[in-house]
Every structure is written in C-alpha cells, then in structure tokens.
C-alpha cells in the first residue's frame, strides 16, 4: 500500500515510511493512495475471530509490502494480549439498543493504549531491521503521554521526550508518566501551557539542527498507523451487533478527530455503519462545521473532559481531503488560508462529500454531568466524563429504534475520579493492575517555558543518526 500527503506535494511512502515519519514534509497528513474494500461476504466471515484475528484481517491490506500477514498477526497479539479484558474491547449493554463499548483496559486506562501499544512494536520491528535510531517528541495534556510511555518502555533503539505543562495534568496522569523508570523515557515538565508544549514539538520538527541530526517521530494521532489500529473496534463491535446483516450506529467523544475518523474509514471499507455521531463539549468547533460549514477557531475553554479541549483538530483534515474529492492543491489553499485566519468555510463538495453519515452533537458541563448520573442510576455504569460526552449524544439522537448504537467509552473513570464523584457520589478506585502508582519514584526534570532550553535538553539526551 503506497500513502499520499492531503496537501499533495510530499513524495508517496509506503507503510513503513509513514509510520516512522508521522508528519509528511509539505505539512500535511499521511492517507492511503486508495481504500481497501471487504465485501459483504468478507465481513460475515469475520464473525467469531479473536481480537488478534480480526486486527490482523482488517489491517493487512494497509500494511501489504511491509509485514507480511504473520508477521502481522504476531504483532497483534502480543499487542493485545497485554489488555485486561479477554475481548479486549468488551461491549457492555446499557439499554435495549444501547451499548458502550468499553475501550479502556490497556495498561493506563484510556483508549490510547489500543493504538499505542501497536505503534510501539510497529517501531520495534521496523527498526530492528536497521541501524536507525528513532527519537520520540511529543506534547500532552495528560492521556497521550502516558500511553505513548508505557508503549516505548525499555525498547532500545528509541528514545520518547514527553513534555507535559507542569502543574497542569491530574496527580494520576502524571505518576502515570514519571513513575516509568526506563532509561529511554525522559518526561520534562515546562512552566508553560499545553500549547507552549505543543508548539516546541512543531518546532523541532522543522529544526534541520535537531530533525537532521535526530530521527524524529510522532506518536499523535497526525500518525496513521494509530488510526489504523482503531479501525478494528468498530469492526469488533459491529459483528458482535449483527453487521453484516444489520447497520449500526456509534457515537464518539472527539477532540482530535481521530477516533471517529477511523470509524469513517471502516465504513469506506465496507463495514455497514449507520451514522457516525461526533460528540464535543463546549469547545464545539466541529460541532459548528458539521451542523453549518463554518469551521472557526476560538479560545479554548477548560471543561472536565480535558483530552477534548481541543480547537483545531489535526485528523479533520484527512475528511476534508477525501470528502472533498482529494483536491491536495486545493487543500493546501484551504490551509494555508485557515493558518492565517483560523477560521475558513467547508466547500459545497466537503459538506456534501460525507453524505448522511456524520452528525455532531454537543454536551455543556451539566449534560456531562447528568450523563454520567443518568448511566449511574439507571444502569449501575459509572463513567467517566469524555465516555458521558458520547453517551449525551447518544440518547439526543434522532435515530430510528430499530438501529442499534454504540458509545465509545474512551477512559477509564478512575482517571477523572473527582468529576465522576462530583456527579455520580462514587469514587472510582484504580484497577490493581496499575499497581500503586502514589508508593513509587517520579523521574522527571522541569525546564524553564524556552524553546532552546528544551532543545539542548533533547540533543544532550537523544542518540544521533548515523
Ligand atoms: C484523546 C481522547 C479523546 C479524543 O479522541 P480524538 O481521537 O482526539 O478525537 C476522547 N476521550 C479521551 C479519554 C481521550 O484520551
């Protein structure tokens, strides 16, 4: 499979070429030349694979010319086989035509770990051919940077700077990130913002002193063997309903637009997908642009589902690319255009390229709340904000009673403890398995709010390419 840039100007790569490089060189966003098809018949013959299976069967055709389909299969199951759940991605029914399908039991309690724990041994096995050295810089505002760290841990020909804004993410995420003391892990808390964080990490990767002389790599959504790997689930959940034979709906909270976009390309492969619906909180801007076109930057508002306080979502991108008729020229105006005013008007063939499929919906903070009460109290389901976001929606839609609808529930509640306990007068405890998080060691150096105070940082502590 060859991948092309959405703004059309990068050289085509192949599988192994996009998972090590993350951002294309014209600025834009890796996709695949074409969409693989599974006809009806492929999907029906999907039922009853384990998760490994299934994973291996959806991704093969993305990775054809870079794994072969052992190998691949290998992979997937020791990617999987370290989740907690036996199915992996469990469905749990909440009302007659409403599940959650609960993605959380990877080792640091989000749906991250999904994708992250793949793209780790992707790297691994790509790199072991070789003699490169990848460094690893990434920004989080708490759930990327602790799957991304668990996923890397201990491997050797990878290094991972994660800068967090200190001071700025839950006492849980944090000792999720620097309680891992391998040698490769470097977290660096800045006196800064997340966007400060952000921005460094942008820079660096157009620094010929620091991006010529490291190899870096991304480990955000920009990266599309993450959006590959969340393919799966709707696939796993899907057949689980009756897809084939029935179409079903699901309901996803998004910042990034990364999690629904994979449930667009799973539709594109044939999967029988109802509606998408893209759950925001306050910070609506995709809201906006669904529902009227207008897609428009504003400030960011804290709520208490931080990993979707989000304004420009990176991953849109790719829908307006390939609703839009894959236009990269085009798109490369679009953007170019949308740098400068943070604010552009979605074309008459992106609004109409995405037919009915998308519908948006948003949850302010007492939607959130009563969510969260309502899955307590009539379901015995305690859930955390950003799972309340989609479940909001989902109960808002205008859906016939003969489809069936799935919330992805993207966190588990005990990372978000006060906000459940605020709502749901429970305390959600932490599963075991991530062990006693508060009895151990934090490593982690804090540096002053200055680009080159983080650079030199990175360049004294990374392995050069040779
Ligand atoms: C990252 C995240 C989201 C948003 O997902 P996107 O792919 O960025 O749309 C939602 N919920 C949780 C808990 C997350 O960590």
């Not at 959650?100 to 309690?109: M, N, Q």
């Not at 994708?115 to 041994?121: D, K, N, P, S």
């Not at 428009?296 to 931080?306: C, D, I, L, M, R």
Request: charged share 20%; glycine share 8%.
């Amino acid at each position: 499979m060859r991948y092309i840039s959405t703004r059309g100007a990068a050289d085509a790569l192949d599988f192994e070429g996009v998972t090590l490089t993350g951002l294309a060189s014209d600025g834009g966003l890796f996709l695949p030349e074409r969409w693989p098809r599974f006809s009806r018949g492929d999907v029906a013959a999907m039922a009853g694979l384990s998760y490994p299976e299934l994973a291996a069967r959806v991704m093969a055709p993305f990775v054809a010319g870079s794994l072969t389909q052992d190998r691949l299969l290998t992979l997937c199951s020791s990617a999987y086989g370290r989740f907690a759940h036996e199915a992996v991605t469990p469905l749990v029914q909440l009302d007659a035509q409403h599940w959650l399908l609960e993605l959380f039991h990877g080792p640091t309690l989000a749906f991250k770990d999904v994708a992250l724990q793949m793209l780790g041994l992707l790297f691994e096995e790509f790199l072991a051919h070789s003699d490169k050295h990848l460094t690893i810089v990434g920004a989080t505002s708490g759930d990327t940077g602790s799957a991304a760290i668990h996923a890397v841990a201990g491997l050797g020909k990878i290094d991972i700077f994660m800068i967090h804004p200190a001071g700025r993410v839950s006492d849980v995420q944090r000792r999720q990130m620097t309680t891992v003391s391998a040698s490769n892990v470097h977290n660096i808390a800045i006196e800064g913002s997340f966007d400060d964080a952000q921005a460094m990490v942008k820079r660096m990767f157009a620094d010929d002193a620091i991006n010529g002389r490291f190899r870096i790599g991304a480990v955000n959504s920009i990266n599309w063997a993450r959006l590959m790997a969340q393919v799966v689930y709707y696939f796993a959940a899907a057949l689980q309903l009756g897809a084939p034979g029935r179409s079903i709906a699901f309901s996803v909270p998004t910042g990034n637009f990364g999690d629904v976009f994979a449930g667009y390309v799973a539709a594109r492969m044939g999967l029988p997908i109802e509606r998408l619906i893209v759950a925001t909180n306050i910070n609506d801007i995709l809201h906006r642009a669904l529902s009227t076109g207008d897609y428009s930057a504003g400030a960011v508002t804290p709520t208490a589902a931080p990993s979707m306080d989000i304004q420009v979502s990176s991953n849109f991108e790719r829908l307006l690319f390939d609703a839009g008729g894959r236009d990269g020229a085009g798109m490369q105006a679009q953007m170019a255009a949308f740098e400068k005013k943070k604010a552009m008007r979605l074309s008459d063939l992106q609004i109409g390229g995405t037919g009915t499929l998308f519908r948006s919906a948003r949850a302010d903070e007492k939607d959130t709340t009563l969510a969260m009460r309502w899955a307590s109290e009539h379901c015995g389901e305690i859930i955390d904000p950003h799972t309340a976001i989609g479940l909001h929606a989902a109960r808002h839609s205008d859906l016939p009673e003969s489809v069936p609808i799935v919330t992805l529930a993207t966190a588990h509640p005990a990372k978000f403890p006060d906000a459940v306990e605020a709502a749901t007068g429970q305390r959600p405890q932490v599963p075991d398995r991530v062990g006693d998080l508060f009895a151990l060691e934090e490593k982690f150096t804090t540096l002053p709010n200055d680009y080159s105070a983080v650079a030199d940082y990175v360049a004294a502590h990374a392995t050069p390419v040779r």
